[in-house]
């Protein structure tokens, strides 16, 4: 599949570059620090982890990665582009572009059906109908939901529902794919599938993914796993996937 924006800059072999990332909530005696100086980098190519404790600040620091929260200070630079420097309209057209989310919750649309549910982000940025559904159909196919197609989301299984918002979050082929407790919903069959199919279609020479989880089961897919506790990266270390483990 061809990128939606070949023209953005890879910025060397990173594809996502924090450096010294703080976010504060409140201000005075009442402000909390969810993050406190996070440095990471995440090449092209790459599956990364985030672990940790909840409340250590994994989902604080992917939305700030994927430009859906702004940083009280520091450096974020995503696919060779400064997101702290964007204004709020750039951003949402970069989202657009170049992020795909797949999330705990399904986030399904319950009158559209499957194949209406993974067109969706195709449809926002303009796609005719036809054409939008028409690829959402080819995802899904491959996701292995290619008789699913005008089913309903009340009318699949938990592990469907989350091939779909996958399907949802490929569709348009996004460089950065964030992944917030993709399997925590589901048991150990269907969280190993889906991981093999996140690292099968996401996993290119040009993108890279990130996903924050507390299952255990899943670390043997990551190729690096980031440590958290308190609001800071604590180690990053090589996953069993990058030793050959599976």
């Not at 986030?107 to 982000?121: G, K, Y």
Request: with cysteine.
């Amino acid at each position: 599949m061809t990128g939606t924006s070949p023209s953005i800059d890879r910025g060397g072999e990173i594809a996502v570059r924090v450096r010294g990332v703080t976010k504060r909530f409140g201000a005075g005696e009442s402000a909390t620090f969810a993050l406190r100086g996070v440095d990471l980098d995440v090449p092209y190519g790459e599956l990364l982890m985030l672990v940790g404790p909840s409340g250590c600040g994994k989902t604080t620091l992917v939305s700030i990665v994927a430009g859906t929260l702004q940083p009280t200070d520091g450096e974020v630079v995503v696919l060779g582009q400064d997101l702290v420097a964007m204004g709020n309209g750039r951003k949402v057209r970069f989202r657009r572009d170049n992020v795909g989310f797949v999330f705990q919750s399904y986030n399904l649309l319950p009158a559209l059906t499957v194949a209406e549910n993974a067109a969706v982000p195709l449809l926002i940025a303009g796609w005719k109908r036809s054409r939008a559904v028409e690829r959402a159909a080819g995802v899904l196919d491959e996701l292995g939901l290619g008789d699913k197609l005008t089913s309903l989301p009340t009318e699949l299984s938990g592990g469907q529902q989350q091939r779909v918002a996958i399907a949802r979050a490929l569709v348009h082929e996004p460089r950065l794919l964030v992944c917030d407790e993709p399997t925590s919903a589901l048991d150990a069959e269907n969280g190993r599938i889906t991981m093999e199919l996140i690292e099968r279609i996401a996993v290119q020479p040009d993108r890279a993914v990130i996903v924050v989880t507390h299952d255990s089961r899943v670390y043997a897919f990551a190729d690096r796993i980031a440590s958290m506790e308190d609001g800071r990266i604590e180690s990053v270390a090589g996953g069993p996937h990058a030793a050959g483990v599976s």
